[in-house]
């Protein structure tokens, strides 16, 4: 680690900084070398998912149709909020879907774990509303919990009106919002080993015959390293693909929307980001610092390109202690919280890293932390559309606990 400047701040700042630790990790723009890399695309982004550093964006900002890009939101807000070991009837709405199709029987059940494959291998429509009534308790009620993670993902240029992608009105994304939901949904394990899976077999119990489904992404076989994510197409928004590739412990994921040449694209876009950031451990976890008895509570890597690491610089930002007798000591305190580390590239903060007494280090946090966690949700039923609103505040009380 570099050497720390130090500076003291009363425990109600320590702690502001604290909570912000519950959220992602500030994406930062790119900043070299946009001009060293082009695509086909009329929008296109590429983004390190460990640290969330956008390291290339054209157009990235601008709202577009996305097509099945959708059902990466799909899947991971029906995997945060919903059992997967629960069965998942195809009602009427889901049933004979336009568009790519599972072709799911009217009233079949299926594992919502297997659905979701389904789902995001072969980009089954019917699986998407069919995920999105049980879950969401009716499609309504689930595009709200879309919306309220988008939100929550600060995604500013994505608006959702379904759970499948088909084009409608008020439905669309950025390349830059779609790189960072990506990057957010890849460090939860159950996203990650569906979309990076080849072929998939799931159980039929009205046929003698098993579901089998082959992945349509053509990029985990075209590409080394490549462990994701979907396709997507409609008539209006053309080709769409987001891919995801991991080389040396560290793993991109490019975003492309209208585009005739996604393969080839995605391969140069990937290439570039491993070969101009690679991903560099600035702290590890354990770390002393210098002078003090404190440790840092987790490792700390970041993508940088060519000359950046030395125009980073650390501070040590340590929490003051109560000046007067029978003052309350900031929470954190008492936790052996001491501080945070804060770490800027070009004097632009790029993340923290709390510090803490040895004996009193926490379990180690990724730098994504998730503010849900699936455990003890449920899927709330609905007949209208009021009942499916309830639903749906039902589930994020739920999520909030």
């Known amino acids: 680690m570099k050497p720390l ?29 946009n001009a060293s890399v082009s695509t086909h695309a009329r929008a296109a982004a590429l983004i390190d998912v460990e640290s969330g550093r956008l390291l290339y964006s054209s157009r990235g900002d601008e709202p577009m149709l996305i097509a099945s890009l959708t059902k990466i939101m799909t899947a991971i807000v029906a995997i945060e909020n919903g059992d997967l070991a629960s069965k998942v009837k ?12 599972l072709y799911l029987k009217l009233g079949e059940e299926m594992l919502l774990e297997d659905l979701l494959y389904g789902l995001m291998l072969r980009s089954g429509n019917d699986a998407a509303t069919a995920i999105a009534e049980h879950v969401g308790g009716s499609e309504q009620g689930f595009v709200y919990l879309m919306n309220a993670k988008a939100e929550e993902l600060g995604l500013k240029n994505t608006h959702f009106a379904n759970p499948h992608g088909l084009d409608a009105e008020g439905h669309y994304s950025s390349a830059n919002d779609l790189a960072v939901l990506t990057a957010y949904a890849l460090h939860n394990p ?52 987001v891919s995801s590739a991991t080389r040396g412990g560290q793993q991109l994921v ?40 404190f440790v840092t509570s987790r490792k700390f890597a970041y993508p940088l390109g060519q000359g950046e690491e030395a125009r980073i610089t650390t501070k040590l930002v340590l929490n003051e202690e109560p000046a007067a007798a029978g003052e309350k000591s900031v929470r954190g305190s008492s936790f052996g919280l001491k501080g945070t580390v804060v770490l800027q590239l070009g004097g632009k903060e790029i993340g923290r890293v709390p510090v803490y007494e040895p004996d ?29 609103l309830g639903s749906a505040l039902r589930a994020l009380l739920q999520m909030g606990r």
């Open 90 to 101: 195809v009602g009427k709405n889901a049933f004979a879907k336009e568009g790519s199709s």
């Open 254 to 293: 490019a975003v492309t929307l209208n585009d005739g040449n996604d393969w080839n694209d995605h391969a140069a876009l990937l290439n570039f980001g491993f070969n101009h950031y690679p991903l560099k451990t600035l702290i590890e976890r354990g770390e002393g610092i210098s002078g003090y008895s």
């Open 360 to 388: 009193r280090l926490p379990p180690e946090e990724s730098m994504y932390m998730k503010r849900y966690s699936p455990a003890g949700t449920a899927a709330y039923p609905a007949d209208n559309w009021l009942q499916a």
């Open 5 to 33: 400047t130090v500076i003291t701040v009363k425990p109600s700042l320590i702690l502001i900084m604290c909570l912000l630790l519950a959220v992602l990790v500030p994406v930062n723009p790119a900043a070299a070398e």
């Open 190 to 241: 159950v996203f990650k080993e569906i979309v990076g899976t080849q072929e998939k077999t799931a159980d039929n119990p009205y046929e003698k015959w098993d579901y089998k489904w082959a992945n349509k992404n053509k990029m985990l076989r075209l590409y080394e390293g490549a462990d994701g994510v979907k396709t997507g197409y409609t008539k209006k928004a053309l080709r769409c693909l």
